[in-house]
């Protein structure tokens, strides 16, 4: 090994589009990302979670910036890159976190709850993840990091249409890295298990339901946010270079079991 050179982790000079960066694991990431050194923008809907998010990051001496754009519409995802093109000049990771879940019986799901959940965890994942492809071929080079879950690969039950569109990311996952290796772009996915994040907050107040989670997951207990950026700066650096179209579990070992 005398010599050889030993892949950074570090992101400095990298910039990062994080889809659903004011909260939860999305928040997390990009809160790594500029840790690690990268510069970053976050998005989602609601423009005053995305000004106290980047108003808590300058607190802690990271300048990240924001736009609101909503995953599920194409305008909203063009003019979210064209905004990033003008204010980064490029575009090294892609981090597509934007989700949402409505849990219910398979025989209560209504047509607007499989669109709204497949709207989102889906085609929003598409759309930005089209235009991140675009601008990484051409600069062949880049990052695109999918948030998936554990319901892409397990079934639990009331998931018909989150563990449809987990499922649908882990394939669209596979796909994209096969279609742009020749351009230096890797493609990856990180599927969480139960993170307490504000989408499951109210099964911290279900000692039941906590019950049941805990006692599945082999560490035995739900996963901090915190707990996704490790993976998350690992597929967005060099250290990960040789690693594309694969899906991470980090669940605790729930996958495992
Ligand atoms: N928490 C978990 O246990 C867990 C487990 C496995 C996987 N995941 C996945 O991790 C990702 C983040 O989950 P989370 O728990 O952090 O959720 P969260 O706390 O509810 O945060 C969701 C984020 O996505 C944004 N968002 C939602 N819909 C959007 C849309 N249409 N357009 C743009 N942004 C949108 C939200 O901002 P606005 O509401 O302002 O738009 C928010 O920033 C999701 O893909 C989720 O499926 C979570």
Sequence with gaps: MNGASIPSFKLQGKKAIVTGGSKGIGLAIARGLAHYGAEVLITGRNEEALKKAVSDFKEDGYAVKWKTADVTLKEDVEELFSHADKVFGKLDILVNNAGMNIRKPLVEVEEDDWDRVLNTNLKGIFLAGQQAAKRM???????????????????????????ASKGGINQI????????????????????????????????QDPERLEKIVSRTLLKRMGETEEIIGPAVFFASDASSYVTGQVLYVDGGWTAN
């Design 137 to 163: 071929m051409s600069q062949r080079s880049g990052r695109i990091i999918n948030i998936s879950s554990i319901l892409g690969q397990v079934g639990n039950p009331l998931q018909t249409s989150y563990a």
């Design 173 to 204: 996952t596979k796909v994209w890295a096969a279609e742009l290796a020749d351009y230096d772009v890797t493609v990856n996915a990180i599927a969480p298990a139960y993170i307490k994040t504000p989408m499951t907050e109210g099964f911290l």
